[in-house]
């Protein structure tokens, strides 16, 4: 996963990322936050509740799907059981786009009992 630093002009700006293995969007994937949500690898200071808009590219698609979010859980600098660094952010529009896509790249991985970034 790319994530490419926020825009100037704003506290956080637009987070520019990319997905384009099904490992890695299994991985950062949370189908059990409503709307869907994703984990990101981060090391900038973000609080519970920041507004984060992200321009999201899967995998081979040309157009990348913009996505207004907030920020719902932090995974600090050395965490336990070596988790990486990041956030947690929710999808806020129930209608998005990103929810079902996803869910159709994943399709028949999100029972899977392999590990995630997320639990």
Not at 42 to 48: A, T
Not at 86 to 92: A, D, L, S
Request: hydrophobic share 40%; proline share 7%.
């Amino acid at each position: 996963m790319e994530a490419n630093t926020p825009a100037a002009g704003s506290k956080h700006g637009i987070l520019s990322i990319s997905i384009k293995d099904l490992a890695v969007l299994f991985s950062a994937y949370m189908p059990f936050i409503e709307n869907g949500g994703l984990f990101i690898p981060s090391r900038k200071p973000y609080e519970i509740g920041d507004e984060v808009f992200i321009l999201l590219g899967l995998m081979d698609e040309p157009d990348r799907i913009p996505l207004a979010c907030s920020v719902v859980w932090l995974t600090p600098q050395g965490a336990q059981g070596g988790r990486a660094q990041g956030i947690g952010v929710k999808f806020n529009d129930k209608d998005n786009p990103a929810k079902q896509q996803i869910e159709k790249y994943l399709t028949g991985m999100l029972n899977s009992d392999r590990l995630s970034h997320t639990l």
